[in-house]
């Protein structure tokens, strides 16, 4: 079975703090996400990953950097947290042919006061 | 515009009262449509891949039906532990598109 692990499953922040969400595969996946999911809004993307090094903006980047140095690890940073990057933080990986299914984390519940 | 949409956004049933849900899609180029079940405050599980229209995947009561234009997620005699929220999402190559979901509960 596909096994992404994310590093926390609830962390509380305080505004102005750097915070690293941490996600490991365990599936030899080229691709990796993340996504952050809101009531209402459902999931919207905000890095993604096709290769070691490679990093793309997904729909809402703004506030967030990525960093990956390994094939298996994925990390979000947000740089400086702000009250409404209050979310569920979702890593996810793939196999690089397209039609490939995403396989999620059980998520990061983040509160930033 | 590439989009998904799910129907209902929630729905109630009696134990074993069958029903079916809805995923509807506007994409160009459907590489692949899948099925997702959540539980509150866990990643969504994966269920399904659909490629092409007419396939069918079963797995114990549910079933995930494809057309050109959507997907149904049939449910045969829910249990209560069926209950959570539905996800449908389509990819088109580099892009995923995820509806908003179906929250199903089911009463015993």
């Known amino acids: 079975d596909v096994k992404v692990t994310q590093s926390s499953r609830y962390l509380v922040k305080r505004t102005g703090e750097k915070v690293f969400l941490e996600c490991v595969q365990d599936m030899d996946h080229e691709n990796m996400f993340w996504y952050r999911q809101d009531p209402g809004l459902g999931l919207r993307l905000i890095y993604f990953s096709y290769d070691v090094k490679m990093k793309e903006k997904g729909d809402i980047p703004e506030g967030y950097s990525v960093s990956r140095e390994k094939k298996e690890r994925f990390s979000l940073i947000l740089e400086s947290a702000s009250t409404n990057q209050t979310s569920m933080y979702l890593c996810?990986?793939?196999?690089?042919?397209?039609?490939?299914?995403?396989?999620f984390g059980n998520g990061t519940r983040l509160t930033v006061t | 515009e590439d989009q998904v949409t799910q129907s209902p956004e929630a729905l109630r049933l009696q134990e074993g009262e069958s029903s079916s849900l809805n995923c509807s899609y506007t994409?160009?180029?459907?590489?692949?449509l899948f099925w997702y079940r959540q539980d509150p405050g866990k990643g969504p599980e994966f269920l399904f891949t659909?490629?092409?229209a007419g396939e069918e995947k079963e797995k114990e009561r549910l079933k995930a039906t494809l057309t050109k234009k959507e997907s149904f997620l049939h449910i045969t005699a829910p249990k209560p532990e069926d209950s959570a929220t539905y996800l449908c999402?389509?990819?088109?190559?580099?892009?995923?598109?995820f509806g908003t979901g179906t929250s199903l509960t089911v009463i015993p």
């Open positions: 994409v160009s180029g459907l590489r692949g």
């Open positions: 659909l490629y092409s």
């Open positions: 999402a389509v990819n088109t190559g580099n892009q995923f598109y």
């Open positions: 996810a990986s793939s196999f690089s042919p397209p039609g490939s299914p995403l396989h």
